[in-house]
């Protein structure tokens, strides 16, 4: 009879019989083989055991990492901290686990939350580029830009390849309005992510707030036109036409995603800026 798998399915263990034989050819008593088979079966009861645990830990791990990441694709935020949460009680040392959690806790509104839990194991990640990122924009959420700018700093030094960390320490930048930094982190990001309808759109609300909305909608027209089916892009850019008092153009774009009561709304709130100038 083979012998029995100690993997994650958990089949029952199957022993052959042990014949053991001393010097000269005679039977080991029947008492010593007896206490042997035991411990040996003990011994074997034990490894298997631990297969049978391991592998219900791995099931029960990989059902709440889809269950966190299918909340997080539907938007449900504190459902998808909870199950990373979860999650990281069990795998402590998952980078991917952790920075889940912080980034669902971020997305939920609890920025300071997601601060502190990755400063709790700051010394054993600290070396990583993706953590500073993730720390950087817990920071920019929690309302810390010059703080968030020095962890954007710390990643680039790792990887400065990576178009997200510009894109992120452009929105830094604007957020402490230094629109002419925050340019040069978009340009930057845009050389290494050509035509990036991300970085597009977030280089558009810049120049929007440096006052350029002229700039702002060429560059939201241009992210629209590559990212078709982007509602986020097409109701940026109804704002900005908004603001500039085009009204017409703000309706049409308005109604391509927007119910009746929402475009109304909408266009209430660009009469305003109608009213300022």
């Excluded at 990373?84 to 997305?107: C, E, I």
């Excluded at 340009?187 to 970085?199: G, H």
Aim: proline share 3%; with cysteine; glycine share 6%.
């Amino acid at each position: 009879m083979p012998w029995p798998s100690l993997g994650g399915n958990c089949k029952r263990v199957y022993l052959e019989p042990v014949r053991i034989t001393g010097v000269g050819g005679s039977f080991i008593s029947f008492m010593m083989l007896s206490t042997f088979s035991r411990i040996f079966r003990a011994a074997l009861l034990l490894v298997f055991l631990a297969g049978c645990a391991n592998g219900e830990e791995a099931v029960i791990s990989e059902s709440l990492r889809n269950a966190a990441i299918e909340a997080q694709r539907n938007l449900n935020y504190a459902v998808a901290a909870s199950h990373f949460r979860k999650l990281r009680n069990r795998q402590p040392k998952d980078l991917g686990v952790l920075l889940g959690l912080a980034r669902n806790l971020r997305y939920m509104g609890a920025a300071n939350e997601a601060v502190r839990v990755l400063e709790e194991v700051r010394h054993t990640f600290d070396g990583l580029a993706v953590f500073h990122v993730e720390w950087g924009k817990a920071k920019l959420a929690g309302g810390k830009s010059e703080e968030a700018v020095e962890h954007f700093k710390t990643a680039l030094e790792k990887d400065p390849g990576n178009w997200e960390i510009h894109s992120a320490m452009g929105i830094a930048y604007d957020l402490m309005l230094s629109f002419d930094e925050a340019r040069k982190a978009y340009r930057k990001a845009l050389e290494l992510s050509k035509d990036n309808p991300a970085i597009l759109n977030n280089m558009a609300i810049s120049a929007a707030q440096a006052g350029d909305v002229d700039a702002a909608i060429v560059m939201l027209k241009r992210a629209a036109t590559i990212a078709r089916h982007s509602p986020q892009l097409r109701q940026n850019l109804a704002l900005f036409y908004g603001i500039k008092g085009d009204f017409h153009e703000a309706e049409a774009l308005s109604r391509m995603d927007l119910d009746e009561e929402a475009v109304r709304n909408n266009l209430a709130f660009y009469s305003r800026f109608k009213l300022k100038r």
